[in-house]
């Protein structure tokens, strides 16, 4: 669903919803023809999924006769209102606790975005509210985006020669961030030290010099060059990480890193970090 410049929200919405269309009735979505760059596709993917996992698992996808309407209006401005309502599905009550997909809902758009989401849990149904600024979005005809070309893996991967190392991580979206630690825990990795920001990785190297790095190109204001150029001038092997259609920022003479792309696979990045090791060694 997603291309170079991101993908369309209509598309995306379709691509999470269609396994629980149990019903012709039970989802409708109407809204004007609208395409995400490619850092909102990235978060709305995020929050789409969990809005319709949720509503599969305890809203009103969860039994039958239960109906969601997701519309979305662009204001004077260019801003993108969504709203996400549920009827007719079990009595809804508030999270006993705030789990990670109840943060991620929360946090995702004012944080990585600038936007604002707001969560009503009303006994009849779920309502969301979401605002993405003008930015990130662009009103046009409907169009066909290019479907990613995976990669080939491995199928088993022997990862107990990166235990030992300190992994950087410079990631400014906070749900890639959090995503790629765990996929580093999860390999026994327990040195990982994570910045937010070019100006926080200067700090971290300043500090100590990890192992082995991995750099979102873009990170939203400005690059990862710098740091890149400093890990370079220091030979400690690294990774790029990007989304669809960064590659082009990289200059010539860093053409030879290799590149990754988002959202990460723990096999993928996992097979990545060991053949740099590898190479390195």
């Known amino acids: 669903m997603r291309g170079d410049g991101g993908g369309s929200l209509a598309a995306l919405l379709d691509a999470e919803l269609t396994p629980y269309r149990t019903a012709a009735d039970a989802i409708e979505t109407a809204g004007p023809s609208l395409v995400l760059d490619a850092r909102a596709y990235s978060v709305m993917a995020l929050v789409l999924h969990e809005l319709a996992t949720n509503a599969a698992k305890y809203g009103a996808l969860s039994r039958p006769g239960g109906k969601l309407a997701v519309a979305w209006t662009i204001d004077a401005g260019g801003t993108c209102d969504i709203t996400w309502r549920e009827s007719g599905g079990p009595e809804v009550r508030p999270p006993s606790r705030s789990g990670f997909g109840s943060v991620l809902i929360d946090r995702s758009i004012p ?21 993405i600024p003008a930015r990130y979005l662009t009103v046009s005809k409907a169009r066909d985006v290019a479907r990613p070309v995976p990669s080939v893996l491995p199928p088993a991967l022997d990862v107990e020669d990166l235990a030992e190392l300190c992994v950087m991580i410079l990631e400014d979206q906070l749900v890639i961030a959090v995503g790629l630690e765990q996929i580093l825990a999860n390999a026994r990795i327990e040195h990982v030290v994570t910045a937010g920001s070019e100006s926080e990785a200067l700090k971290l190297l300043a500090a100590r010099t990890p192992d082995v790095a991995v750099l979102d190109i873009n990170l939203g204001v400005g690059t990862s060059i710098a740091v890149a150029e400093e890990l370079r001038r220091r030979n400690v092997p690294f990774l790029f990480a990007t ?7 990289i200059p010539a003479q860093l053409k030879d890193v290799p590149v990754v792309r988002k959202p990460y696979e723990a096999a993928s990045i996992l097979a990545s970090l060991q053949a740099l090791v590898q190479r390195s060694s």
């Open 111 to 131: 944080y990585d975005l600038g936007g604002s989401s707001a969560v009503e849990y009303r006994p009849e149904g779920l309502r969301g509210h979401f605002r």
């Open 243 to 249: 989304g669809y259609g960064d590659s082009a920022n």
